[in-house]
């Protein structure tokens, strides 16, 4: 589903990381794409994107959950991930909730686009080794 296994080095402050998604075989062309962000070490931030003949079938929610998170999981030193989307990009929103993240709240004007405030849903999700509960 997507080329390449997910990267396997630890965090690094302002490491980004964007993987190509892929259909069938590694040479098939992308549909997609899916980034791993470490704003801080023990933070890892979500984004995605498909193209819009691969939105709808419940591809990205799977992605999330089956590749994103098990690599989180990998990562003694992570402590949290976590996706902010629009509060209007009601798909993205249910990616969060598909994969299993928790809803946290809004965050007013956490994003930029544009130069416009934009408010910003927040989910997360703590690897089980970080639990506290
Ligand atoms: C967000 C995105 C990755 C969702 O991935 P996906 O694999 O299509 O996700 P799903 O198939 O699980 O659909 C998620 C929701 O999208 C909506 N949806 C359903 N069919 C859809 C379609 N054909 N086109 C767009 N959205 C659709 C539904 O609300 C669905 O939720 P539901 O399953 O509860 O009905 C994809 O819509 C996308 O690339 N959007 C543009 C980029 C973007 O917004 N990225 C996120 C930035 S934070």
């Not at 801080?40 to 998170?69: K, N």
Request: proline share 11%; charged share 20%.
């Amino acid at each position: 589903m997507v080329a390449g296994a997910p990267p396997t080095d630890g965090p690094a402050d302002n490491l980004k990381r964007l993987m190509a998604i892929r259909l069938g075989s590694p040479t098939s062309p992308a549909i997609g794409s899916i980034g791993f962000e470490w704003p801080r070490p023990h933070l890892m931030e979500i984004g995605y994107w498909l193209a819009e003949s691969a939105r709808g079938c419940g591809l990205m929610p799977r992605i999330v959950e089956h590749i994103a998170l098990p690599y989180a999981a990998r990562v003694p030193e992570c402590a949290r991930v976590q996706i902010s989307c629009f509060t209007f990009n009601k798909a993205s929103a249910r990616v969060a909730v598909k994969a299993g993240l928790g809803y946290e709240g809004v965050l007013r004007n956490w994003h930029m686009p544009h130069g416009v405030p934009t408010d910003a849903a927040m989910y997360s999700w703590i690897p089980p080794h970080a639990r506290r509960d």
